[in-house]
């Protein structure tokens, strides 16, 4: 199966709701929170959105208020066998590659 990293962004102003419906119709597990010039704001995943319903967040609330703002990130130039124990190491399925903020 391939995975197209472009159908998971979505911009801070979309909703908790809209990032769920995101997450769960692809299959990577995780939405990218990125500004109008694909640079990096956040991530956001399952697990941050049911912390935030656990808050009594609403799902029409903003996506940022519940995104991680501080991701682990990698650039283009990590080997891809370090991603793989990088990403183990932290129990991540995921790891964006930004350059210069950049997706």
């Known amino acids: 199966m391939s995975y197209e ?10 909703t908790i709701r809209d990032a769920l419906l995101l997450i769960d119709a692809e299959a990577l597990r995780i939405a990218l929170v990125v500004d109008c010039d694909d640079n990096l704001l956040g991530v956001v995943t399952d697990g941050d959105i049911r912390r935030g319903l656990l808050k009594n967040m609403s799902l ?40 210069s903020g950049r997706l």
Do not use: C, F, Y
Request: glycine share 2%; proline share 6%; charged share 25%.
């Open 60 to 99: 029409e609330q903003k996506v940022s208020i519940v995104m991680n703002k501080n991701p682990l990130i990698t650039d283009k130039s990590a080997a891809r066998d370090d991603l793989l124990i990088l990403m183990e190491k932290h129990n991540l399925l995921s790891i964006p590659i930004v350059e």
């Open 5 to 14: 990293w472009k159908n998971v962004l979505v911009g801070p102003e979309a």
